[in-house]
Structures are given as C-alpha cells and as structure tokens.
C-alpha cells in the first residue's frame, strides 16, 4: 500500500514562511517526480512546483524567489519551503508523486490528503 503524507500546513500571517514535507512510503520500487500542487476555494488545483529524481526543479511564476522545492530520495521525502507569503497563496496544499510500486511495470501518480495553508493579512 503506496501513500503520500502531507505535514507542516498551518495559519500564518502575511510575509511569514512556512515549511510543508510529505513522505512516501510502503512497497516502492522507485519514485519519480515528486510535486507540490494546491487549490484555492474556487479555483482549479495548479502545479506550484515540482523537482525530478535527478534534482531538476519547475516553480510556478507566482512563487518564483518566494518558495523552494526539495527532495531526500534516502528518505522517498520531499518538502517545500514557502517564505515571504500572501493571502493569495491560501489554499490546501496536496503532494503528488510518480511511484512505480514494487512489482508493477509503470509508475503511478499518487496523491497525498492535503494540507490547509492559511495566510492572514
């Protein structure tokens, strides 16, 4: 049984940072991308960054210089560091990752339950 599992969302104010981490675990072969999505009340949910096995990065425009993206393949972890923070980002946050369980011949997208970030002006 592959799962993702989101910690580290909360309520911050304004200009404020927060560090969100999601671990994979159970059977798996290998993880691919791993990836930080989120979805505002009203809007589609929008890929806000995503990092390959290899450490190769893609940040959404929005949070270029404000958030950073990062990956500990030993610990099949990876976590996003969000300073300077606005209202605007306030959304739940869901990990995502490319998994290929042990045993099967591709990989699959899997979804963490998502994290509320709350940010207050």
């Known amino acids: 049984q592959v799962r993702l599992v989101e910690s580290g969302g909360g309520v911050v104010q304004s200009g404020g940072s927060l560090r969100l981490s999601c671990a994979a675990s159970?059977?798996?072969?290998?993880?691919?991308?791993m990836a930080w999505y989120r979805q505002a009340p009203g809007k589609q949910r929008e890929l806000v960054a995503e990092?390959?096995?290899?450490?190769?990065?893609n940040l959404a425009d929005s949070v270029k210089g404000r958030f950073t993206i990062s990956r500990d393949n030993a610990k099949n972890t990876v976590s996003l560091q969000m300073n300077v923070l606005k209202p605007e980002d306030t959304a739940v946050f869901y990990c995502?990752?490319?998994?290929?369980?042990?045993?099967?011949?591709?990989?699959?997208?899997?979804w963490g339950q998502g994290t509320q970030v709350t940010v207050s002006s």
């Open positions: 995502n990752a490319e998994i290929t369980p042990l045993g099967a011949m591709r990989k699959y997208a899997y």
């Open positions: 159970g059977s798996i072969f290998s993880i691919d991308t």
């Open positions: 990092i390959t096995s290899g450490g190769s990065t």
